[in-house]
């Protein structure tokens, strides 16, 4: 309401003066009160509830009528159901949501979602503060700034034998999952084949559904997961557009073979497919050194490498990552990016630059810790009484829970949850077909060795068969 329009206007004021007494105390209270009328009026219309506060005359059951009101129209509006568009009907709040809000309501020891309880280097930490104060907070340039992208050149050179150009092979991401969003959505057609293999990271299946893709899955099976390679090859048709490979595998903890590779590679270039692989545990092989996909002879040409800062250097929270492929790929890759995220946090960029560079001693030394770590987890979850796979890569384990007698992993994870203090995940979420994940459950030891210590304790003392 205007109170000056109120005030200024003829004829409310001319009305006034005939109505108002003579006393002067008196005048003001009668224009406030009109002034309090008008404004409780007003009030009325955008809010009962207000004004009925407002309102010293109200009475008992006007408040309590339009509270009630306002409480109905509330409740109506919160049970209007979700909206999602269809290609995402499927897919409901992500396993690491529930199991972290799971944790954190039962003090359970978190050892489900794949991120570090402890800090990344100082170094790395430091270079980002540097670079905050050096005034390098403004968009970055849409692909990368000049000095991450030589970095990621430098180290691919290093680690894989190819040398890439900086400027028109390498795409720097908002994360891995963003490097995985804009290959899918930059290269994959509506209606287009992919093949994964099951379990895969949850964040696949979703993305090609938005892209409008098919998939197919083959399904690794344990003790070794490994790839059932004539089935492989049956599920290539004319549509298949990609294969798509994670190694060293989330969440089995698997790395392919090279053979298992260039049987891969063959079928890629024998059926013009692409293939993208997501390499984010690649510094993370306890057993064998990892293979580049794009390293296997024919293979670049048609590969899009897919990796990040976050795992390798514990700072999954700032999500730096990236995509290396040859130029005709990666004008579809950058034309998806431009239109996700633009472009990626400008002083992290310059920090993560400074990361790659380091020492080979870092990642000897990060092996070691890792190792003694999955060393001390899997002796506890053995232990434990879990029938535990084995493990060449990552920070994943991969157990078969069936000794404890539950009917599948969702609910085993849950108990394990309320009854134990432990969290771990359902891999079933990982598979087209869940009963294929049932008996599975996956736990990771990228914590401190305290955490991983009382949560081997908690499993040893308190697991119980059904």
């Known amino acids: 309401m205007n109170l000056a329009g109120f005030l200024a206007t003829p004829a409310t004021a001319t009305a006034t003066r005939h109505e108002m007494p003579l006393n002067p105390s008196s005048s003001a209270s009668f224009l406030l009160s009109s002034l309090r009328r008008s404004l409780v009026a007003s009030l009325r219309k955008a809010s009962p509830a207000a004004a009925a506060?407002?309102?010293?005359?109200?009475?008992?059951?006007t408040v309590a009528a339009e509270n009630g009101a306002a409480k109905a129209a509330a409740e109506k509006q919160q049970q209007q159901p979700v909206q999602v568009a269809k290609r995402l009907e499927k897919f409901k709040t992500t396993i690491f949501t529930q199991m972290s809000m799971l944790a954190i309501k039962h003090g359970a020891i978190n050892l489900g979602q794949g991120f570090p309880n402890f800090d990344g280097p100082d170094f790395v930490k430091e270079a980002a503060i540097q670079a905050i104060n050096a005034g390098k907070n403004q968009y970055a340039r849409g692909y990368g700034v000049p000095e991450l992208n030589s970095a990621i050149a430098e180290r691919f050179l290093k680690d894989s034998g190819l040398q890439v150009d900086p400027e028109k092979e390498v795409t720097v991401t908002s994360g891995c999952t963003e490097a995985i969003a804009a290959t899918i959505l930059g290269l994959i057609n509506p209606g287009d084949e992919v093949i994964l293999f099951a379990p895969f990271y949850d964040s696949y299946e979703a993305t090609l559904s938005m892209a409008g893709a098919n998939v197919k899955a083959i399904t690794l099976r344990?003790?070794?997961?490994s790839v059932p390679l004539e089935e492989l090859k049956a599920a290539v048709s004319k549509n298949t557009r990609a294969i798509m490979i994670n190694t060293p595998h989330n969440p089995t903890g698997k790395m392919f073979t090279r053979e298992e590779l260039e049987f891969i590679a063959t079928l890629c270039k024998e059926n013009d497919v692409l293939l993208f692989a997501d390499e984010v545990y690649d510094k993370l092989a306890f057993e064998a050194d990892h293979i580049s996909m794009a390293s296997i002879p024919g293979m670049y040409e048609r590969t899009v490498t897919m990796n990040s800062l976050g795992k390798t250097?514990?700072?999954?929270?700032?999500?730096?990552?990236?995509?290396?492929?040859?130029?005709?790929?990666?004008?579809?890759?950058?034309?998806?990016?431009?239109?996700?995220?633009?472009?990626?946090?400008?002083?992290?960029?310059?920090?993560?630059?400074?990361a790659l560079r380091a020492p080979d001693s870092y990642y000897e030394e990060l092996r070691r810790d890792y190792?003694?770590?999955?060393?001390?987890?899997?002796?506890?979850?053995?232990?434990?009484g879990f029938i535990v796979y084995p493990s060449s890569g990552t920070y994943f384990v991969m157990v078969d829970h069936t000794p404890f007698g539950f009917d599948n992993d969702i609910e085993f994870c849950e108990y394990l949850i309320r009854e134990v203090g432990v969290v771990a995940i359902p891999p079933s979420v990982f598979y087209l077909n869940p009963e294929d994940g049932k008996n599975l459950?996956?736990?990771?030891?990228?914590?401190?060795?305290?955490t991983l210590r009382a949560a081997v304790e908690r499993m040893k003392t308190k697991l119980r068969k059904k």
């Open 53 to 61: 506060a407002l309102s010293p005359m109200a009475s008992a059951s």
């Open 222 to 225: 344990p003790p070794d997961f």
């Open 313 to 354: 250097f514990s700072l999954t929270g700032w999500k730096i990552g990236w995509a290396i492929a040859p130029p005709h790929l990666t004008w579809g890759v950058r034309q998806a990016h431009s239109f996700l995220t633009f472009a990626t946090c400008t002083p992290m960029q310059a920090a993560a630059a400074a």
């Open 371 to 384: 190792g003694a770590k999955k060393a001390l987890l899997v002796n506890g979850l053995k232990d434990a």
């Open 441 to 450: 459950v996956r736990f990771t030891f990228c914590k401190d060795d305290e």
